[in-house]
């Protein structure tokens, strides 16, 4: 195995990795906190990469940190969305039984797709001009697009803020002890009602911002989520639902088995995935790093 | 003769006078009461000026009309048969979705031929009415939408489709229950025909099929594109459709070039978003060619990060399915001297050909679009029908029943924009395949195809009753 390989498939890992993990640190917080499976995680990804694309075509010819910032923005938007859709949609079945609420994340995505489709149409979307505007590296005989390097350093600082929040602040605080016993939260004068649309927006934010860095190398398509979200759901539970390490560690061993795999066992690519999870659930039935009984 | 029985001359002469005048009212009643014959007149009225206004009478009927210079009124003569409700017509596509891309041109191009027919008077004078279903439902799903278009909206025509997991599963529904005239538009899987309804009565499919432009692409890499091609390197979908596209091109290229070895088998599944993995592989193993048959949004994708990665300066890429999107294959990040193929479509060969070159134009005014194979399979089958329906009524008198409109289908050929097309007798349509190298030109935005290469179905498409494998087996 020759170093160009190497770092073709250490990139490619880390690659994958951010483009995951943007999905699946929101699912693990939002199952973690407000106990809910958000199945419409993949229309908020869709929905990133659209509002960043109709950003991306009010400028031309602007400097590469004008559509860097565009990014952040869309999925701020995109966040506040989400802000709202927590204390309209999803408090009204957090009593009921958990199937009402997949039903609900469910159609919600469906209506967020409906919505895309109304406003975008269904012809692709496309953005070239960042990515070629960043050039590329060669590394070890190995061409890299600089943007790729761009993409992974983003999430990367976005998770490290991430456990800044979450471990160094007084918010960081309250939401690990929400998740942890939300009676016990409740009762010790923790104001949830204040606390889990901002957990949700923060979730959605973080999946919305992986669908706009999408834009400079993919097709903007209604179907742009489907496959991602797909893994991503199977990583959450090979992680462990709600347990953001197990989040961290699932995509970043996915990152890496499907890099290995496309290069040596390519007619198995997904399925070496599936096996995975498959081994890792039968020793451990909650996933790596679960710590929440079976729900249902 | 006793008394009673004689008849005086007296009652004689009255029996006989009220008979001649029960004759007399009975005629002058029954000639008042006959319906009144219809008299064909002709007239011509030249006055000067621009318009006039002439009266029409006849018993029991005028009317007023006002016409300018000369108009023509022609009494048409009854019609046999012709049922007097709307004819509607069942278009199946995918209206939701990625794969809505490829939907949104089956309804543009059924919508904007069923407008043209209805404005011309319809078929036989009956208005055609589009139901729509979105095969996005997934195939159990139409199976039953698609009943109940047939059974109780009392569709009398199915046209469209684009999956060929779909097609394959509605087609015995249709073949044994439904028994409704169906023209698949697209769903191209050499299987439908060669395994799912091998005897097909009802189900024919308009567009070019997946083998045609897999060897079209074989023979063209042999003879112009890439002839000391070595070592080949495929990219394509995950589930049928990829794989048959490769097993036929990987075949008939080795069948006709035997030195030439298989490097890298690569699958992703429709909608990956990141193509990396599979680009540093294809890279590394140093291919002279490589084989996808990604379309629409996921071949932007995939060309959009093989780029950047300097795959089209290492080695030669053959699309198959380009045509799937190609207007929106922009200069900017598709490259030049990708060999590229379009099945049936591409907006302008034939060159200088008037039903092509109309066809685009209003194609084009409707959609931002330029045509696309899937619209265009869509639009030959309603045509067919059209015509078979015209045919029938012009040979028999009357409307013709389901088994005489595909029997008339069933060996029917036909103008159409994209060339003369012809329907075997296997209810596989053949005509030309296009490909061509892409080109940057500036009159236009997206890639153009030059030079092309245009190959005859006869070189292409395996003959009536042979599996495509046996006959690549048999070259």
Same mark, same amino acid.
């Given at each position: 195995m020759n170093v160009g390989i190497l770092i073709s498939i250490f990139f490619n890992t880390l690659l994958f990795f951010s483009i995951l993990i943007s999905i699946t640190i929101g699912l693990s917080l939002i199952f973690g906190v407000l106990g809910i499976l958000n199945l419409a995680h993949g229309a908020f990804y869709t929905l990133g990469a659209y509002v960043a694309i109709s950003l991306f075509s009010y400028f031309t010819n602007v400097p590469p940190i004008i559509y860097y910032i565009l990014f952040f923005i869309a999925s701020i938007?995109?966040?506040?969305?989400?802000?709202?859709?927590?204390?309209?949609?999803?408090?009204?079945?957090?009593? @009921? /039984? *958990?199937?009402?609420?997949? $039903?609900?994340?469910?159609?919600?995505?469906?209506? !967020?797709?409906?919505?895309?489709?109304?406003?975008?149409?269904?012809?692709?979307y496309y953005h070239y001009e960042f990515f070629a505007?960043?050039?590329?590296?060669?590394?070890?005989?190995?061409?890299?697009?600089?943007?790729?390097?761009?993409?992974?350093?983003?999430?990367?600082?976005?998770?490290?803020?991430?456990?800044?929040?979450?471990?160094?602040?007084?918010?960081?605080?309250?939401?690990? %002890?929400?998740?942890?016993?939300?009676?016990?939260?409740?009762?010790?004068?923790?104001?949830?009602?204040? @606390?889990?649309?901002?957990?949700?927006?923060?979730?959605?934010?973080?999946?919305?911002? +992986?669908?706009?860095?999408?834009?400079?190398?993919?097709?903007?398509?209604?179907?742009?989520?489907?496959?991602?979200?797909?893994?991503?759901?199977?990583?959450t539970?090979?992680?462990?639902?709600?347990?953001?390490?197990?989040?961290?560690?699932?995509?970043?061993?996915?990152?890496?088995?499907?890099?290995?795999?496309?290069?040596?066992?390519?007619?198995?690519?997904?399925?070496?995935?599936?096996?995975l999870m498959f081994i890792i659930l039968s020793i451990k039935p909650y996933g790596l790093c679960g710590r929440y009984e079976r729900r249902v | 003769m006793n008394e009673k029985e004689k008849i005086n001359r007296r009652d004689y002469l009255k029996y006989t006078g009220a008979a001649i005048g029960g004759l007399v009212v009975g005629g002058a009643l029954g000639y008042l009461l006959k319906p009144k014959e219809i008299i064909e007149k002709t007239a011509t009225v030249t006055l000067p000026g621009v318009e006039r206004t002439v009266t029409v009478t006849a018993p029991g009927i005028a009317s007023t009309v006002t016409v300018p210079q000369t108009v023509t009124? #022609?009494?048409?003569?009854?019609?046999?048969?012709?049922?007097? #409700? /709307?004819?509607?017509?069942?278009?199946? &596509?995918?209206?939701?979705?990625?794969?809505?891309?490829?939907?949104?041109?089956?309804? &543009? &191009? &059924?919508?904007?031929?069923?407008?043209?027919?209805? %404005?011309?008077? +319809?078929?036989?004078?009956?208005?055609?009415?589009? $139901?729509k279903v979105d095969e996005a439902i997934g195939a159990d799903a139409l199976i039953k939408a698609v009943r109940k278009l047939v059974t109780e909206d009392k569709v009398e025509f199915l046209v469209g489709l684009i999956s060929s997991g779909n097609g394959t599963a509605l087609a015995p529904v249709i073949e044994k229950e439904l028994q409704v005239p169906t023209v698949y538009g697209t769903a191209t899987t050499r299987k439908l025909f060669e395994e799912v309804i091998p005897k097909p009565k009802f189900v024919f499919r308009a567009s070019n099929y997946d083998p045609m432009e897999c060897i079209a692409a074989a023979k063209i890499v042999f003879k112009y594109f890439h002839p000391e091609v070595k070592k080949i390197a495929g990219i394509n979908p995950d589930y049928a459709f990829g794989r048959d596209e490769w097993e036929v091109f990987s075949k008939a290229l080795m069948k006709l070039k035997p030195d030439v070895e298989i490097v890298y088998e690569g699958w992703a599944p429709l909608?990956? #978003?990141?193509?990396?993995?599979?680009?540093?592989?294809?890279?590394?193993?140093? /291919?002279?060619?490589?084989?996808?048959?990604?379309?629409?949004?996921?071949? !932007? #994708?995939?060309?959009?990060?093989a780029g950047?990665? +300097?795959?089209?300066?290492?080695?030669?890429?053959?699309?198959?399915?380009?045509?799937?999107?190609?207007?929106?294959? =922009? =200069?900017?990040?598709?490259?030049?001297?990708?060999?590229?193929?379009?099945?049936?479509?591409?907006?302008?060969? /034939?060159?200088?050909f008037p039903p092509m070159e109309d066809y685009v134009k209003k194609y084009y005014a409707r959609t931002k679009r330029y045509p696309i194979y899937t619209g265009m399979g869509t639009w030959h089958g309603i045509m067919a029908f059209k015509t078979a329906i015209e045919l029938g009524y012009e040979l028999l008198g009357e409307w013709p029943?389901? *088994?005489?409109?595909?029997?008339?289908?069933?060996?029917?050929?036909?103008?159409?924009?994209?060339?003369?097309?012809?329907i075997r007798p296997d209810h596989q349509t053949v005509g030309y395949q296009i490909y061509g190298?892409?080109?940057?030109?500036?009159?236009?935005?997206?890639?153009?195809?030059?030079?092309?290469?245009?190959?005859?179905?006869?070189?292409?498409?395996?003959?009536?009753?042979?599996?495509?494998?046996?006959?690549?087996?048999?070259?």
């Open positions: 938007i995109v966040g506040i969305i989400g802000m709202w859709v927590e204390p309209t949609l999803l408090r009204r079945v957090y009593k @009921l /039984p *958990d199937e009402y609420q997949l $039903l609900l994340t469910f159609s919600l995505s469906l209506v !967020i797709l409906d919505i895309i489709r109304y406003f975008w149409g269904v012809m692709p505007m960043l050039g590329n590296s060669e590394i070890a005989g190995t061409i890299y697009p600089n943007y790729y390097l761009i993409a992974i350093a983003t999430v990367i600082l976005l998770l490290i803020l991430l456990y800044f929040l979450l471990f160094k602040t007084k918010i960081g605080l309250l939401i690990r %002890a929400a998740s942890m016993d939300k009676e016990m939260a409740i009762s010790l004068g923790i104001n949830v009602k204040t @606390l889990y649309p901002l957990v949700f927006a923060l979730g959605i934010f973080l999946c919305a911002m +992986g669908g706009a860095l999408a834009i400079p190398y993919s097709a903007i398509t209604l179907g742009i989520g489907s496959e991602v979200t797909a893994i991503a759901f199977a990583i539970a090979m992680g462990g639902l709600g347990s953001l390490k197990g989040a961290i560690l699932g995509s970043l061993i996915v990152g890496f088995v499907r890099a290995l795999g496309v290069f040596y066992f390519p007619e198995i690519e997904l399925v070496v995935i599936y096996i | 009124v #022609t009494t048409e003569k009854p019609k046999k048969g012709i049922p007097s #409700t /709307p004819l509607k017509i069942g278009l199946t &596509a995918f209206l939701s979705g990625a794969a809505a891309l490829e939907g949104k041109h089956v309804e &543009a &191009a &059924a919508e904007l031929l069923i407008e043209e027919i209805n %404005a011309a008077g +319809g078929i036989l004078g009956r208005k055609v009415e589009l $139901l909608g990956t #978003t990141d193509f990396t993995p599979h680009i540093s592989a294809i890279l590394a193993r140093k /291919p002279d060619l490589v084989f996808t048959s990604f379309f629409a949004g996921d071949l !932007i #994708t995939l060309v959009k990060q950047p990665m +300097g795959l089209f300066k290492a080695t030669k890429v053959v699309a198959s399915v380009g045509g799937s999107a190609y207007s929106d294959f =922009k =200069k900017e990040f598709f490259p030049e001297g990708v060999l590229m193929g379009t099945r049936q479509c591409f907006f302008n060969y /034939p060159p200088k029943d389901v *088994d005489t409109i595909v029997k008339l289908m069933e060996h029917m050929s036909m103008i159409t924009p994209v060339g003369y097309r012809f190298i892409t080109k940057h030109v500036p009159e236009y935005d997206f890639v153009v195809l030059d030079p092309m290469y245009i190959y005859p179905p006869e070189e292409i498409a395996p003959p009536v009753g042979v599996k495509t494998l046996d006959w690549i087996a048999s070259w």
